[in-house]
């Protein structure tokens, strides 16, 4: 069986930082991280590959947030510095999305229930 389990959110203000993780049971896959504003849409924030070896970014994340992965320990990161208010949503993790198909929210199986992150201007 394959569970995705989020931790990490809170209330914090611009200009601070979080860490999100996503701990993974069941087996090694790419992961990524979604997120959905309130009132909007899920978007794509971040993916990387199983072995790590390769990331993907929005372009409305790019350059300050960071995914990584640690597969000793079954753990997905996403490292978020500097945050502002367009960031407040809940945050979800997913995995295995096929090769080329990162950025796509319906290629992946599994996902985790999400965890919130709330950024005061």
């Known amino acids: 069986q394959v569970h995705l389990t989020e931790s990490g959110g809170g209330l914090v203000q611009a200009g601070d930082s979080l860490r999100l993780s996503c701990v993974v049971s069941g087996g090694t896959f790419s992961m990524g991280w979604f997120r959905q504003g309130p009132g909007k849409e899920r978007e794509f924030v971040a993916a990387?590959?199983?072995?790590?070896?390769?990331?993907y970014y929005s372009d409305a994340v790019k350059g300050r947030f960071t995914i990584s992965r640690d597969n000793a320990k079954n753990t997905v990161y996403l490292q978020m510095s500097p945050l502002n208010a367009e960031d407040t949503a809940v945050y979800y993790c997913a995995g295995d999305a096929p090769v080329g198909r990162f950025k796509e929210g319906e290629s992946y199986p599994y996902w985790g229930r999400g965890t919130q992150v709330t950024v005061s201007s």
């Open positions: 990387i590959t199983w072995s790590g070896g390769a990331t």
